[in-house]
């Protein structure tokens, strides 16, 4: 079935560094990809996403780009602050009907 | 426009015992979904309802029952409580248009003692 991979562990970087955060998916189709984000305490939102090969979706100066020929959609950011600390899910929807299978997360930690 | 909002946000349950668990949708959307988000794991998806039919269903045993609403409320109903059943449960509302944004609610915090 469907599934996402995202890189192990937690991330930990100082203010003003790039971040990376590794996704890669498994589908048979072609399904839209999200980009999720979770602060402590709170519930999911929406912080990007991509329906089609080649698209970039961007938000709040975070970025991914569907790549069909890897099934990936890495997620990153060329300079973090203190507030982007949270957990960041990777997400498919292969008939696009929010029907979304998620990854395991990356909790992202930004030192002042 | 109102979010989504649950009920409780926090509540303890005894293994064996059922929990009903409450969502109110987004105005203007007919479609709720539930997950479940075990602690340091992503959301799993449980079911979701369209215009108060089940429209799909996740890995999850039969004890693990919905109901949909006129008004596109949902419940999420879990019978038999098991321990492993602790989790942040999640609902999402959607339009049930392709390509729409679904939006979560604060999620209800579980813990089956």
């Known amino acids: 079935g469907d599934s996402v991979t995202q890189m192990e562990g937690p991330v930990t970087l100082s203010e003003e560094a790039f971040l990376t955060i590794n996704c890669t998916y498994t589908?048979?189709?072609?399904?839209?990809l999200f980009w999720y984000v979770q602060y402590p305490g709170e519930g999911l939102q929406l912080l990007l996403k991509?329906?089609?090969?080649?698209d970039k979706g961007s938000n709040k100066g975070f970025e991914a780009t569907y790549r069909k020929e890897t099934t990936s959609f890495h997620l990153e950011k060329g300079s973090v602050q203190v507030s982007d600390s949270a957990v960041y899910f990777c997400?498919?929807?292969?008939?696009?009907?929010?029907?979304?299978?998620f990854g395991k997360g990356n909790q992202v930690v930004v030192i002042p | 426009e109102t979010g989504v909002t649950q009920s409780p946000t926090h509540l303890i349950k005894t293994r064996g015992q059922q929990v009903t668990l409450r969502c109110s949708s987004q105005?203007?959307?007919?479609?709720v979904s539930w997950y479940q988000q075990a602690l340091g794991q992503g959301p799993q998806f449980i079911f979701q309802?369209?215009?108060?039919?089940?429209?799909g269903r996740g890995n999850f045993p039969p004890r693990f029952s919905g109901l949909q609403f006129p008004n596109y409320s949902s419940e999420l109903n879990v019978n038999a409580l098991e321990l492993d059943d602790s989790a942040l449960y999640l609902c999402?509302?959607?339009?049930?248009?392709?390509?729409?944004?679904?939006?979560f609610g604060q999620g209800t915090r579980l813990t089956v003692v």
């Open positions: 999402a509302s959607s339009s049930g248009q392709a390509n729409t944004e679904a939006f």
């Open positions: 589908a048979t189709g072609y399904p839209s």
């Open positions: 991509a329906t089609k090969a080649d």
């Open positions: 997400a498919l929807d292969e008939i696009r009907d929010n029907r979304l299978a």
């Open positions: 105005s203007g959307h007919n479609t």
């Open positions: 309802y369209y215009r108060e039919e089940e429209n």
